[in-house]
């Protein structure tokens, strides 16, 4: 898919979402007034149109997919560390290795960041950093959470899918 093509796709997500997240609040403020008044007619109706709307928002709007993504179980409270990882095989990668300090054109990128979780959603991120480790030291630090610590190589540049 070419670069036009995707940012239109996100654009319309974004309006789809938007939406999608207005009615769904909308509806649910009618039902909570009405609530209060009595029990008028489509009283459920209202209900249910107002979380299918708040799911297609949940869905589509990027911000709130990407929250959606990222959430843990009900039970999840207080900071959690994360780190992800991707291949690197890039000859202008640049970044220096954490551990031997060579110039890293293949080898693993490790993404860390601390989240604050509050009912499985995440609600703030703390630290998020990029450490960079050639083929060799890679396989070396797989399992060592000492190398996760935040790095001094300015990582602005990185891109993650």
Do not use: K
């Amino acid at each position: 898919m070419s670069d036009q093509t995707h940012s239109e796709t996100e654009g319309l997500y974004t309006v789809v979402g938007l939406c999608s997240l207005t009615l769904g609040l909308f509806l649910l403020a009618v039902f909570a007034r009405t609530l209060s008044g009595g029990a008028p007619p489509f009283l459920v109706l209202r209900l249910v149109s107002a979380f299918f709307f708040l799911s297609v928002a949940v869905a589509t709007f990027p911000p709130l997919r990407d929250l959606w993504a990222r959430r843990r179980s009900l039970g999840t409270f207080g900071r959690v560390r994360r780190v992800d990882r991707r291949v690197v095989d890039d000859p202008d990668h640049g970044q220096p290795c954490v551990v031997c300090g060579e110039t890293v054109t293949e080898g693993v990128e490790r993404r860390y960041r601390d989240e604050l979780f509050v009912a499985g959603i995440p609600v703030a991120t703390d630290t998020v950093g990029y450490n960079s480790y050639c083929l060799a030291c890679a396989d070396e630090t797989d399992d060592d959470p000492e190398h996760t610590a935040p790095s001094t190589a300015d990582d602005s540049q990185t891109e993650w899918a």
